[in-house]
Each structure stands twice: as C-alpha cells, then as structure tokens.
C-alpha cells in the first residue's frame, strides 16, 4: 500500500508540475469523447423512436367474402394460436365502413353508388418483437396468406425495410466514428505523456543509475494517464449534460419528440459508467504506448 500511495503521489505531483499539457490533454480528450458522446446520444435516442414504432407495426390480414361467421371465428383462433401474435383484434365489415367515413368523411359518398359495402372485414395483427424483422415479418405473411379463408396479407414493407437500414447504417457509422474519435484520444494522452517523459528525461536517468527499474518509473506515468482520461470523460459528461438539458429547453421539449411518446433521454447509468470507463481506458493505452517508449528518454 505505501508503494501504492507513493505512485499516486507522484502521479498527481507530475500533473501539477505540467499543468498546462494536463489542461490540454484534458481539454482535448474530454472534446473527442464530447464529440463522439453526441453521436452515440443521437443514435441512442434514433435507436429507441425505430423501436418505438416498430411496437406500432401492424399487419393487416383480409378476410374472403365467402368465409362465413364460423370461419372468421376459427381463423381468429387460429392467429390467436400464433406463437409470433402478440395482440389480434377483428374488424368486421360494418366497422371498416364507419372507420372509412370517420377517416375520410369527405369522401365518404363515393361508396354510397356503390350500394353493398365493399370494404372487406379483416384482422389487424401486432406481432412479437421476433417476427419485426423484413424477412421474419415477410415470411409469417406468406405462411399465413396461403390460410383457407385469407384473402390477403398487406404490411408496409418498404417502411420496416428503410427503418431497419437506417438503424444498421447508424451502427456502423458510430462504430466507425467511435473507433476513429478513441484512436485520436489515446494519441493525444500518449503525447502528453511523451511530454513529460522528455521534459523529465534527465530524472529518470538519475533515478536509473541509482537502481530504480523501469516498471517503478513507468507506473507513476501509467497511472498519471489513467488520471487524465477520467478527468476527459468526466469533463465530457458535465458538457453532454449541460447541453442535452439546454436542448430540451430551447426546444421546449417535456418529455416527447416529434410526437414519440418515448421521447429524448439522457444516457442511462450504464452508459454513463461506460464512457467513464472508455476514458479511463483511453487513457491507460496513451500512457502505456508511451512508457513503453521509457528507453528512448534516456
């Protein structure tokens, strides 16, 4: 522990001694995280108005003219017995009739020419959060199509399709952003560190030539980055915070988002620990990748 005690000190009387390269490593580190912490908040939050609204999907499932009452009975058990249904409601002729002249009351007289109602009755079906992929949702429409008694399946394919492509691209662009953002990161606390091994290269030798091994001088340095990259990611989540609460009171924004009830959300704790976390990481390589280099300040 008195070993322990004695690196941090020296870790900590290393940042006060270099103040200015510590005020610009932490400046620089918490900016790069700051950046890539608006993307992942954006992306977090695109993430959860796509799912919002695929809770929303539903697939509508017409009814042939010719089934009678007994068959739309045993067709609804038998999409009540589907282990990718979630929630089955029927809609019978007569409620597809009023449905239309509520939605369209303008153009409600042009199926009064036509004298029988010619709206279909139908199911609309919620499926499971399993079955919301295209090729899952596209698969269960073609199984059921083919039921005695169903006339048709229609969804809005291009819909979910566009929706799951977008999310993928977001995926891979905050992989790509974030791989990028954390390289520059570690660049930047690597040559803070290279700093003060270079101004301080004339200790170190001396401590060499009394004994002192390279894991002793290395570590004060490793846990002086380790230091630094918290400080980033601390000085960054003050800044994502302090800006997202500014956005919603500009905006005026309660609690929804263009009219999604799951609204705009910070990060959760989680996420909040893990760019802590990246930023003590982050830090931890920079000042790693240069005490390896501790030969070279001889």
Not at 37 to 48: C, M, S
Not at 137 to 155: D, L, N, T
Not at 220 to 227: A, D, N, R, V
Request: hydrophobic share 50%.
């Amino acid at each position: 522990m008195r070993r322990l005690a004695h690196f941090i000190r020296e870790a900590l009387v290393n940042i006060r001694l270099n103040w200015t390269t510590t005020v610009i490593a932490v400046a620089t580190t918490a900016f790069t995280l700051a950046c890539f912490g608006v993307f992942l908040l954006l992306y977090l939050n695109l993430r959860a108005v796509a799912t919002s609204l695929q809770s929303d999907f539903k697939v509508v499932v017409y009814v042939q003219e010719s089934v009678p009452a007994q068959g739309v009975a045993q067709l609804q058990s038998l999409l009540k017995a589907d282990p990718g249904v979630q929630v089955v409601s029927y809609v019978s002729k007569e409620q597809a009739l009023a449905d239309f002249r509520a939605q369209f009351p303008a153009d409600s007289h042009l199926l009064q020419g036509l004298g029988e109602n010619p709206l279909p009755a139908s199911f609309v079906v919620s499926l499971s959060p399993s079955l919301r992929s295209p090729d899952a949702v596209r698969r269960w429409a073609e199984r059921v199509k083919s039921v005695p008694g169903v006339e048709q399946v229609q969804y809005s394919r291009d819909w979910i399709d566009n929706l799951t492509a977008i999310v993928g691209y977001l995926e891979l662009v905050a992989v790509g952003i974030g791989t990028v953002l954390s390289a520059a990161s570690a660049t930047i606390i690597a040559s803070t560190i290279r700093l003060t091994l270079y101004a301080r290269r004339e200790e170190i030798e001396i401590m060499r030539l009394i004994g002192a091994t390279s894991s002793f001088i290395r570590i004060p340095y490793l846990i002086e980055g380790t230091m630094l990259g918290m400080m980033g990611s601390a000085v960054a989540l003050a800044i994502l915070k302090g800006g997202f609460e500014l956005f919603k009171v500009r905006l005026g924004m309660p609690g929804r988002f263009l009219g999604i009830d799951s609204g705009v959300q910070f990060f959760s704790g989680q996420v909040v620990g893990l760019i802590a976390a990246a930023g003590l990481i982050l830090g931890f390589i920079g000042s790693l990748v240069s005490a390896l280099d501790l030969e070279k300040a001889k």
